[in-house]
């Protein structure tokens, strides 16, 4: 998952001067926002740009004289818009912020203390984040509502609400069991006048039980009386419920139909997994939730066994869906055979398992692990034309009163585990512990730094490649470069995982300079077996800084012979913002060797296009903010159409990257991309063998 600094938030600054808007923009991209913003100066503009665009947060200058913060409350209102207001000013007071927030402004920040600013943004957007879960929640509370409103009004149940023992509601079969043909009448009839005198007493104390969760049973035999005056046995089940958002408590009077059959099939299709027959995902991860909160209330401990088979990408490769199902089912059954009874076994995501076992130590648990990993090394699954083996993973995760409230925590944390083992190598069991102190971010630096400068001596960088594909089918193999660092002790670090440190340290530079001759040292390959490659170079803040860059480049590629075009270097547009006077001098280096340029990242500016007359750039790359949940955004769709539109006007065209579903892909063609990038397409790779044609058939 993305972290939420990944999201895109859209911003209007409201704000005398683009010169102060742009800093503020500068300063939310240094703290790793990705925003889009827009700039306003009075009521008109702001007007304008809220009846038009969709907007989170609103930075309100405090210092405007002809719109104060209570007219842009009041617009906002008029315009349907529901936006968090920051307050910024040059000087803040006391006073200032006090009457500012008591107008609803979420916050106060003097424009002299940006890095403040950022981390209220920061905050402000998880707000707003939550707020829209909120609202989503509610809407599908309120639908969940009339859902249960038109099946209890269908069902073939009796069934009733009851609050402080009065009748509030009541269904139609409800109403035929007592003879009672209205339901104004029903309402607020106690329940004990419709129960036999005899009775009474005990649904009063049973009704007190319930109230207080001290019942042992949810059913309760009655004499009911029927408005003739004739009683009836029935059987009552209770529950605590709420209706029209009030407490209150349900009851039910099964109908007389016989259907326990279906409803014990309906009950087992919502519960497993229709492949192994083992639990299901949701299944687990309600039982997780609740041996989370029975360790918390100070029950015995217990623990998650997860389990996945290692390399079963290549395993579904070479034997299919029907021939994984089949040694899903095996590994199922062998999972079954060595649970004891009080574990529960679940098959949890296509390629993974869950066991929650209790009663158990943690050499227990671990030892039972190793022999189920063992079983399943050992078993051969028989497809009826092949045989398959394989291995498995485990993590144990130990659930304790230290546990994370949040159970996909739990799942984030032991799928980190496993994929820590599966790197090295797989078929082992290893326990998550939760290191006991974090290293200084200054310490963990130095720590990248060093397996950075091992790994370039020792040339164990490897590089990776992704495809850029055309959407039109333009003619040509473009691929991006990417590194990989092994470490002395054999871990993979990724470039997500080592460039900000390499940025700090100085590292940065290196490891561009390592990704330009491997480049140049391909593309040459690739020439020598009749093969045009364009490889795109992401360049890092200190390489564009790097004066003598472009002259180095040269040399580099007259000594190897290949047309500089095939060089493609990309350039982050929050750094060409901040380090416009180095871009410029690079670009210009660049293009006398005839290098083509992306501008990355593009689009979350002010007035992105005011960069590109600075720098004529071959490429844009659009922010992948963007894309997330692109095929239900109409905004962001509307957002990358004016971006390509622009673009193909000056004569420059635009990438889509971070495709990473086919939902994605499907509305590709509406937004006037002209080549994709993405893992749906394929995962960077150590090989550059992706089929350009698949997108044009």
């Not at 703290?31 to 009075?42: N, P, Q, S, T």
């Amino acid at each position: 998952m993305k972290p939420e600094s990944d999201k895109l938030i859209r911003i209007l600054i409201v704000e005398q001067g683009l010169h102060q808007a742009e800093l503020i923009t500068s300063a939310l991209r240094n703290v790793g926002l990705h925003i889009l913003a827009e700039h306003a100066e009075d009521a008109e503009d702001v007007e304008q740009i809220m009846k038009r665009k969709p907007l989170d947060l609103v930075l309100f200058s405090l210092e405007l004289p002809d719109f104060s913060l209570q007219q842009m409350q009041k617009l906002a209102r008029e315009c349907g818009r529901h936006v968090f207001i920051i307050g910024v000013a040059s000087e803040i007071n006391e006073e200032m912020a006090v009457e500012a927030m008591k107008l609803c402004a979420q916050d106060v920040v003097s424009l002299k203390s940006l890095d403040r600013l950022g981390l209220v943004v920061k905050r402000e957007a998880e707000h707003i984040k939550t707020w829209h879960k909120t609202m989503r929640l509610d809407k599908a509370f309120h639908e969940s509502e009339k859902r249960c409103q038109s099946l209890l009004a269908n069902s073939k149940d009796a069934v009733a609400y009851v609050h402080e023992g009065m009748h509030i509601y009541a269904n139609e079969p409800y109403l035929e069991l007592f003879g009672n043909t209205d339901t104004d009448e029903l309402e607020g009839m106690p329940l004990i006048d419709m129960v036999d005198r005899s009775q009474q007493d005990e649904l009063k104390q049973y009704l007190r039980d319930l109230s207080q969760g001290k019942n042992s049973s949810n059913q309760l035999k009655l004499k009911l009386l029927h408005a003739s005056g004739e009683t009836l046995d029935a059987l009552l089940e209770f529950s605590r419920a709420s209706f029209e958002g009030e407490a209150c408590t349900q009851i039910v009077i099964r109908s007389q139909d016989d259907t326990s059959e279906l409803e014990k099939q309906i009950s087992y299709m919502h519960q497993h997994d229709l492949v192994t027959g083992l639990y299901n995902h949701q299944y687990l991860m309600d039982a997780l939730q609740q041996r989370m909160d029975d360790a918390t209330n100070g029950k015995p401990h217990s623990f998650l066994l997860y389990l996945s088979i290692d390399n079963f990408q290549n395993i579904r490769n070479t034997v299919g869906i029907s021939g994984c199902d089949i040694l899903i089912n095996d590994i199922a059954k062998i999972l079954k055979l060595q649970a004891t009874e009080n574990e529960l076994v679940g098959r949890f995501g296509a390629d993974t398992f869950a066991q929650l076992c209790q009663g158990k130590s943690r050499q227990e648990v671990e030892q039972n692990a190793e022999q189920i990993l063992k079983k399943i090394e050992d078993h051969i699954a028989d497809t009826g034309q092949q045989s398959i083996t394989c291995t498995c993973s485990a993590a144990i995760y130990s659930i304790d009163e230290n546990t994370p409230d949040n159970p996909n925590e739990i799942i984030a944390r032991v799928e980190r585990t496993l994929e820590k083992i599966q790197r090295e190598g797989g078929n082992t069991v290893q326990l998550y512990v939760p290191q006991a102190g974090e290293m200084s971010q200054q310490e963990i630096d130095a720590d990248i730094a060093r397996h950075i400068k091992a790994a370039i001596a020792n040339n164990t960088v490897t590089a990776l490649y992704q495809p850029i594909v055309s959407i039109a089918g333009a003619p040509g193999e473009r691929y991006e470069i990417s590194k990989v660092v092994i470490t002395d002790d054999g871990k993979e670090l990724k470039e997500d995982e080592f460039m900000e440190s390499a940025e700090r340290t100085g590292m940065a530079r290196m490891l561009d300079r390592w990704a330009i001759i491997t480049a140049i040292k391909q593309v040459a390959l690739a020439a020598q077996n009749d093969r045009k490659i364009d490889i795109v170079i992401p360049l890092s803040c200190d390489g564009i800084q790097d004066a003598t860059l472009s002259r180095w480049i040269s040399a580099r590629i007259q000594s190897a012979r290949i047309p500089g075009e095939q060089l493609v270097f990309a350039i982050n547009e929050a750094h060409a913002v901040s380090q416009l006077k180095a871009v410029k001098t690079l670009f210009k280096g660049l293009k006398q060797i005839h290098c083509q340029v992306v501008l990355d990242e593009f689009g979350t500016g002010l007035n992105p296009f005011q960069l590109v007359k600075h720098i004529q750039p071959d490429f844009l790359r659009i922010n992948h903010a963007y894309v997330e949940g692109l095929n239900n955004s109409p905004e962001n769709q509307d957002s990358i159409r004016e971006i390509t539109s622009q673009a193909s006007s000056m004569e420059i065209s635009s990438i889509l990257p971070g495709v990473s579903d086919a939902a994605v892909l499907s509305v590709l063609w509406s937004v006037g991309a002209d080549f994709v990038q993405g893992d749906f397409l394929q995962a960077p790779t150590k090989t550059m063998n992706y089929d350009f044609t698949s997108m044009t058939g």
